[in-house]
């Protein structure tokens, strides 16, 4: 790193402005274990898109990851009348299929589906009127 001018921490990690992830070289971005040294994959992955962000802005002069990301609003509030749905299971690749490939085997649930299982209640401590749940 030191050989391209980019300025190294003590504990070998680049240095880099935290909030563009720009290094003291312009136009060199990094992230993840280069920066915070051995961590998981997750937090390897959140620089990554940070960085993208980051880089993006740069080029293009405007925060365009905002307009990618829908923002959700929700409340602890407990469904009175909860949908009820059973557990859904995504369809399996036949087991003729399966043999000498590398073909995924769980091929996930159906659009209809995912929409199935988000109707059910998920709150265990939920008791209905009369009984407990």
Known sequence: LRDFGIIVNQNSTAQIN?????TSVPKVYAGGDLVMGPSTAVEAMAHGKDAANAIDTALMGENRFAKLFKKFSYTMAVPMNPAKAKKQTGQKLMIKSRWKNFKEISRGL????????????????????????
């Open 110 to 133: 159906s659009e209809m589906q995912v929409h199935l299982e988000t109707l059910r209640c998920l709150r265990c401590d939920v008791k209905e009127t009369g009984r407990q749940a």
């Open 18 to 22: 935290h909030f563009t992830f720009r």
